[in-house]
């Protein structure tokens, strides 16, 4: 599963990966025509739409690949860079930025691709590029308040719109394909001799103009890989016909005191549930979470039992049946939930005699794993709190 | 002969598989603009190496304990961008020293605009996180909303001036 950085890839290598990764870039760029500036400048004067025919194409292109990777769990999109927003500043550089383009005639990767093929121009481009952010960096004071003003975070567009993720990419897929006739009609106006569109060939782009909007109409259907699991999961059905492992609080108290190493508490409450109260050695983890790979080497040794810990059983069926899913296998869930463990074991008024002649023992053993279960929870609180930090990935300019 | 430019259609989605590549490979996008700022860190930083560490913003990148900002992705990347536009251009028998400009640009001219260009993007691109690659196409190939806002911010703003610089281009 994808992406590889940084657990297949070391940071060392990802530079090579960097490299290679730009060399087809370049390329790319450059045949596309992207190292001249009168052909980018072409767009906003309708005698040549090259700069949004390609731009458009790759953006859905790259779009629609994630969304597949992401369905067929090819790839976790939890962890891939999405670019925070800083919503009034980002609008501010994207005014000034459109000046420069109509200014300069190129953005900065189409000038650097110009310049390694000779463009003069592009090479002042870039050289005035150094002296903008020199500039930049020199007045910063100035407005470095208003630089992080209106930071909205990673947000996602369709969440934005308030829209599903499939809508969406139905929707810009439709504007891009609208976009790409309507612009061909244009500059067949604006030039009606030697339009670039005057050499496409007809079909073969109907063609694939129906293959993209066919792509979107899938995407309005396609479910989310995640949302659709825990539908499964949920599901009365389903449940009825897998029954879980059950473990009594007492045989988790037993375990924890005996310090067994073959065992693996997950906690699914949330984090401040597990602030309060988190039992000895246990990981806090989000259900979303579990679709991750941050757990895998820990989730996939079958020689461990995985005790999954909720609030009640229902919630804790959920990730057990998640965890199954995933193709984890060694699996448990506590049962009662952890009420049910804080009354019999960490409670001091818990044990209530049933007449059995078991119950002395059971009253010793219940008070000797509270006492020692109690000073473990204390001493985790005195050293640093056992949860593997989310990865995320570096990136953006 | 110079060779015929790449079908658009077909040189976006070449260049749309770049991009889902690099995102697949390496969990970011492509950028431009971030190897420009490394570049101008670094030209500080050996120049002026008191300055650059004590303004607020280059100092985010330089001092003790921090990796050169030229050992960054980005730079790489830009590297291999500069390489591949030239295999490219080899390639398709485009290499030539030459200004480009519009009809009733002359050189010096052109050079002029072209570097306030670059500077305005230099600006920009510090303001919205990244260019038309890092910001914009990488952004919207993640759906992220600040791609979007960088694509009709620019484009838009584009179009907004686009009369009032016309005697550049046409």
């Known amino acids: ?397 | 002969m110079k060779t015929k430019y790449m079908n658009p259609y077909l040189a976006g989605f070449f260049l749309g598989l770049v991009l889902l590549a690099t995102i697949f490979i390496t969990g970011r996008g492509l950028g431009a603009s971030g190897a420009i700022k490394d570049a101008t860190i670094s030209i500080s930083n050996a120049i002026a190496p008191r300055f650059t560490e004590t303004n607020p913003f280059f100092g985010q990148y330089v001092g003790a304990g921090k990796e050169n900002p030229l050992k960054s992705w980005l730079v790489f990347e830009i590297a291999g961008v500069l390489i591949g536009g030239f295999i490219s251009g080899l390639v398709s028998d485009r290499l030539k020293l030459v200004t480009e400009a519009g009809p009733r640009v002359k050189p010096r001219a052109r050079w002029f605009f072209a570097a306030i260009g670059g500077a305005l993007f230099g600006i920009g691109a510090q303001f919205t996180r990244g260019c038309t690659s890092g910001a914009a196409l990488s952004g919207m190939a993640v759906l992220s909303t600040a791609g979007f806002i960088a694509m009709l911010s620019i484009f838009g703003t584009g179009y907004l001036v686009a009369y009032l610089g016309r005697k550049l281009w046409i």
């Open chain 1, 1 to 397: 599963m994808g992406p590889f950085v940084p657990d297949l890839i070391s940071d060392q290598l990802n530079l090579i990966v960097a490299l290679l990764l730009g060399i087809a870039f370049g390329f790319v760029l450059e045949q596309a025509g992207f190292s001249s500036s009168r052909r980018l400048a072409g767009v906003f004067y309708g005698y040549d739409f090259t700069v949004l025919r390609v731009f458009f194409t790759a953006a859905i292109t790259a779009m629609s690949g994630v969304l597949l990777l992401g369905h067929f769990g090819l790839l976790d999109t939890d962890v891939i860079y999405v670019n925070p927003t800083w919503l009034v500043p980002a609008i501010v550089g994207g005014v000034i930025m459109g000046i420069g383009f109509i200014v300069g005639g190129y953005c900065p990767g189409t000038s650097v691709c110009a310049a390694a093929i000779g463009k003069v121009d592009a090479m002042f481009f870039v050289g005035g590029g150094l002296l903008g952010v020199f500039a930049f960096g020199d007045l910063f004071p100035l407005y470095e308040n208003f630089y992080t003003s209106t930071a909205l975070g990673p947000i996602r567009v369709f969440d934005s719109l308030g829209m599903s993720q499939g809508v969406f990419a139905f929707i810009i897929i439709m504007v891009a394909v609208a976009a790409f006739v309507v612009t061909t009609i244009i500059e067949r106006r604006v030039d009606s001799k030697s339009a670039p569109s005057f050499k496409f060939k007809p079909l073969k782009h109907a063609a694939a103009g129906t293959f993209a909007i066919a792509l979107g109409v899938i995407f309005i259907f396609m479910p989310n890989h995640k949302a659709a699991m825990i539908e499964k999961v949920t599901d009365p059905s389903y449940t009825a016909a897998h029954p879980v492992d059950k473990m009594d609080a007492d045989e988790l108290a037993f375990r924890i005191v005996d310090h067994e190493q073959n065992i693996r508490i997950i906690d699914i409450r949330s984090a401040k549930e597990f602030a309060e109260l988190a039992l000895p050695n246990s990981y806090n983890i989000q259900r979303s979470d579990l679709f991750g790979k941050d757990w895998v080497s820990t989730f996939s040794q079958r020689h461990l039992k995985k005790v999954v810990v909720g609030n009640d059983e229902v919630q804790e069926r959920t990730a057990y049946y998640l965890l199954k899913e995933l193709g984890y296998e060694n699996l448990a869930i506590l049962r009662g939930g952890i009420g049910t463990f804080r009354k019999n074991i960490l409670s001091s008024t818990a044990f209530v005699p049933t007449g059995s002649h078991w119950d002395a023992d059971v009253k010793e053993f219940r008070e000797g794993a509270r006492a020692t279960i109690l000073k473990m929870i204390a001493d985790a609180k005195n050293k640093p709190v056992k949860t593997i930090i989310k990865r995320k990935i570096q990136g953006g300019c």
